[in-house]
Antibody, heavy 120, light 107 residues
Framework: QLQLQESGPGLVKPSETLSLTCTVS??????????WGWIRQPPGKGLEWIGS???????YYNASLKSRLTISIDTSKNHFSLKLSSVTAADTAVYYC????????????WGQGTLVTVSS | EIVLTQSPGTLSLSPGERATLSCRAS???????LAWYQQKPGQAPRLLVY???SRATGIPDRFSGSGSGADFTLTISRLEPEDFAVYYC????????FGQGTKLEIK
């Protein structure tokens, strides 16, 4: 059974780059059956899809974040990563990683989420 | 980008009652790639329904999804105390987008 776990700094300064990693266990990130995604949720607000990546390295980004966003995958470490540059307070959120079982179930399971605060 | 609009924003009901939540898309959702999630405070969202009407593993049969095209509904037949939460719809036929959520609260 797949399990996902986010990791990374909980505090990032304005204008700097937010970096998070999602480690996958219970299965291979190289499987052609899955897409790997990032979703965020500002405090007290709704869910926003950030972007997704396939094992081949193909990426799909939310147009509103595309200019600041890089998602990458490391099959040797069974993890994928998020980098969001030039952050502001509006990027403060709980960041989740999740898997999409291509052709079947969307985002399921999810990681537990990690709160990232943008503040000086 | 497909925009999903959920209604109502808040739904106040009592245990045992029936809940009907709506999700309307700005354009047709291809292949009924529409899902519903439940989220409780401090927890990650939980998948309830995918493909508009298929229940996810372990989801009680009081939860049912219906609809096609641009109009979808999540119905909870008889509310249990643990069902009071926030519900989101997600379309995954054209990249991904979430609705803004419906809060189901105890009346």
């Amino acid at each position: 059974q797949l399990q996902l776990q986010e990791s990374g700094p909980g505090l990032v300064k304005p204008s700097e780059t937010l970096s998070l990693t999602c480690t996958v266990s219970g299965g291979s990130i190289s499987s052609s059956s899955y897409y790997w995604g990032w979703i965020r949720q500002p405090p007290g607000k709704g869910l926003e899809w950030i972007g997704s990546i396939y094992y081949s390295g193909s990426t799909y980004y939310n147009a509103s974040l595309k200019s600041r966003l890089t998602i990458s995958i490391d099959t040797s470490k069974n993890h994928f990563s998020l980098k969001l540059s030039s952050v502001t307070a509006a990027d403060t959120a709980v960041y989740y990683c999740a898997t999409d079982h291509s052709g079947s179930t969307p985002f399921d399971p999810w990681g537990q989420g990690t709160l990232v605060t943008v503040s000086s | 980008e497909i925009v999903l609009t959920q209604s109502p924003g808040t739904l106040s009901l009592s245990p045992g009652e029936r809940a009907t939540l709506s999700c309307r898309a700005s354009q047709s959702v291809s292949s009924s790639y529409l899902a519903w999630y439940q989220q409780k405070p401090g927890q990650a969202p939980r998948l309830l329904v995918y493909g508009a009407s298929s229940r996810a593993t372990g989801i009680p049969d009081r939860f049912s999804g219906s609809g096609s095209g641009a109009d979808f509904t999540l119905t909870i037949s008889r509310l249990e105390p643990e069902d009071f939460a926030v519900y989101y719809c997600l379309q995954y036929g054209n990249l991904y987008s979430f609705g803004q959520g419906t809060k189901l609260e105890i009346k």
